[in-house]
Every structure is written in C-alpha cells, then in structure tokens.
C-alpha cells in the first residue's frame, strides 16, 4: 500500500519513539499520529485500540540493544585503534557506552563517521521495516538505481583468486556435483536494507532469468553469484572452494 508521508519525517518518528512516546501511520489519511503517555490520561486505551486496527501502523523504536549491536559493528568495521582498549564486552554496560562516547567525542573526525553511521542504520533499519509491512511512501527515491551486470568468462578470470575460486560444489535439492555453470554479476550497492535486496531480486529475475541469487564484497565492489543445477534445474546451489 502506498501513503504520501515524507521519509524523513518518518525517521525523525522513529528516533523519537520511546517507552512512553508512541508514533502511528494512519493509513487512509497519510499521516503520522503522536500519542504522549505524560500528556494523554487515555493513551494506553488509544495505543491499544490503534495497535489492534488494520488502518494505523506503529512506527518502532531504537532501543537501547540497537545501539550496542551497531557500536560494535562500527567498532570492528572502522580502521581506528583507539577503540583497542574497549573490550565489545563491556559495550552492555554504562561504562563501556561511556567510554565509547568520549572517545569518539575526543576525536572530531571520528565522531562524524559514527553519526553518519548510526543514521544510515537507522535509516536501513526504516526502510527494511516498511519492505516487511508492504510500504511504499509515494514519489520519493528510497533507495539509489541499481546496476547490475553479468561478467564475461574473460572478466571472472581476472578477478581476485578468492573470489573466481568460490565455485558451485552441489546442488541442495538433487545433490548433484556436476556440470554446474558459474555466473558472477557486478553490482553498484551493497544489499544495506530490504528495500535493496527486494529491488536486486526484481531485476535479476526480470534481466537475468535469476530466481535465487549469494552475495560476495569484494572489498570496493560487490558481487552476486548464481548458478543451477543441470540435473533438476535447481537454483538453490551449494558454493564453496
């Protein structure tokens, strides 16, 4: 179903739902609903009523274990040693959050990758929210234009060792081990959110007679990898070195 909010007031709703501050979609009307338990004596009545009708949607909130599980993904994926002496352990923790902010406070540079990177989670993780519940907001861009191509043999054979070995082994339906082909396709985004990979699947079926399809970072390029069984026309291929 299709509504008119704008995207990025949506995510501002969903960095600002907590415990006590609740946000809806009212479907038929496009519009975001506030209910403030601290002001409204009737909000639980509301929220349940609204929870339990097919025209509201509740928007969710960033907990607490979001952000534990995204500092640490920013932790181990950021080339930065300062974050050597913080043990991912202590991450549930006050003082392991403590310290993670005023080290990153301490360093300008990096306290702006990690507030561009906590926005891109947050915004990843609204889009994958609206893919699941069958949203689309109306005339708005969500995601880039995807490009998707199919290597040639000539093009496989010069690409890192790790990446042309990875090769279909067996196929999960029929178990068979032979004559299966390997196609290797580039594409230009990485499969952030569920908007995206919902989108790569569309074009790799509807371009490439693809129904199922892996993954692969290259590091700077992301590839996708399929294959078929000769034997039963399987797609869903076992790959492995």
């Not at 609740?22 to 496009?30: A, G, L, Q, T, V």
């Not at 043990?87 to 301490?106: I, K, M, W, Y």
């Not at 990875?166 to 952030?192: D, Q």
């Amino acid at each position: 179903m299709s509504v008119s909010i704008d995207f990025s007031d949506l995510i501002a709703a969903f960095g600002q739902s907590t415990c006590s501050t609740h946000f809806f979609i009212d479907i038929n009307e496009s519009t975001l609903i506030r209910i403030d338990e601290s002001k409204d004596t009737n909000a639980q009545t509301k929220i349940h009523q609204m929870e339990k009708s097919k025209l509201y949607l509740k928007i969710p909130m960033w907990e607490s274990k979001d952000d534990e599980l995204i500092i640490e993904t920013f932790m181990y994926e950021t080339e930065n040693n300062v974050f050597e002496d913080i043990p991912s352990e202590t991450l549930d923790r006050e003082n392991g959050f403590q310290q993670f902010h005023d080290l990153v406070a301490s360093h300008p540079h990096l306290k702006k990758q990690w507030v561009e990177y906590r926005s891109a989670a947050m915004r990843n993780r609204i889009l994958s929210w609206l893919c699941d519940n069958n949203i689309e907001l109306a005339n708005q861009q969500l995601i880039p234009t995807i490009e998707i191509k199919e290597l040639t043999a000539e093009e496989i054979v010069r690409l890192p060792d790790e990446i042309k070995d990875f090769k279909p082994y067996a196929c999960l339906r029929c178990h068979n081990k032979t004559g299966m082909n390997t196609r290797i396709f580039s594409i230009n985004v990485s499969p952030e959110n569920r908007l995206i990979e919902q989108e790569t699947h569309r074009i790799m079926k509807e371009q490439f007679g693809v129904s199922h399809h892996g993954g692969w970072s290259g590091g700077d390029q992301e590839f996708l990898t399929a294959s078929r069984c000769p034997r039963c026309g399987c797609e869903k291929i076992f790959w492995d070195y």
